[in-house]
């Protein structure tokens, strides 16, 4: 195969775009219904990354896309973006996060933890989506409905009060790891506070209120 090409991983373990050929295989490999193509350069593989394989698809072979409703509540939003979310059966209690594709919907990442809190849930997903779009060469914008996280971010630090114990060690060691990621790492991706009041529930909302 050629030597420098992108591949684009719609549909298997992990969606993104790669880099290399063995990085896209550990991604489709046993994988049912995976769906992946290789990009002479990364332009177009984020040009396809930006469409559902459908509608990549649809748009190579010349057909119209389909319509549906869009998740654009007003003309702002930027649906060429990922948007992440917490969710936390009591607080503390069971808690996960999600990163999602804002246009489709399209998980791109998830986690859960026995115990946890929702702030450190919002902050460790925008960590996990922060870096997920440096790794995969994605210039797109993030959004979190969290300002909490948001200012946690900004200040490299996760200022919850919930106490470490046994059964909290293995979130605040990935706690540890996104802060030291973060210092270590200069953000490159526009962070953006998500309009619930103006645009409904952000796409990565695991739909519990």
């Known amino acids: 195969m050629a030597?420098?090409?992108?591949?684009?991983v719609?549909?298997?373990?992990?969606?993104?775009?790669?880099?290399?050929?063995?990085?896209c295989q550990a991604q489709i490999k046993g994988y049912p219904a995976a769906k992946f193509k290789g990009f002479?350069?990364?332009?177009?593989?984020?040009?396809?990354f930006s469409r559902s394989y459908g509608e990549y698809i649809n748009k190579q072979a010349g057909a119209k896309p389909v319509s549906k409703p869009s998740l654009q509540a007003t003309k702002s939003i930027i649906?060429?973006?990922?948007?992440?979310?917490a969710a936390c059966s009591g607080n503390p209690g069971v808690m996960e996060y999600q990163g999602v594709y804002t246009h489709d919907g399209r998980q791109l990442f998830?986690?859960?933890?026995?115990?946890?809190?929702?702030n450190i849930g919002e902050f460790l997903a925008l960590v996990h989506g922060?870096?997920?779009?440096?790794?995969h060469n994605l210039n797109l914008p993030i959004y979190s409905d969290s300002k909490i996280a948001i200012g946690w971010v900004m200040k490299k630090q996760c200022k919850s009060k919930l106490a470490e114990t046994p059964k909290t060690k293995d979130l605040f060691e990935l706690v540890r790891r996104a802060e030291e990621w973060l210092k270590n790492n200069p953000i490159k991706v526009k962070i953006l506070k998500w309009d619930t009041k103006n645009w409904g529930e952000i796409p990565a909302d695991f739909g519990r209120k």
């Open 40 to 48: 002479a350069s990364l332009k177009e593989a984020q040009e396809a």
């Open 3 to 8: 030597k420098n090409k992108y591949y684009v």
């Open 10 to 23: 719609w549909v298997g373990a992990q969606p993104g775009i790669y880099n290399s050929w063995p990085d």
């Open 79 to 85: 649906k060429n973006s990922i948007a992440v979310d």
């Open 110 to 118: 998830h986690q859960k933890f026995s115990l946890g809190t929702n």
């Open 130 to 135: 922060i870096s997920y779009l440096q790794k």
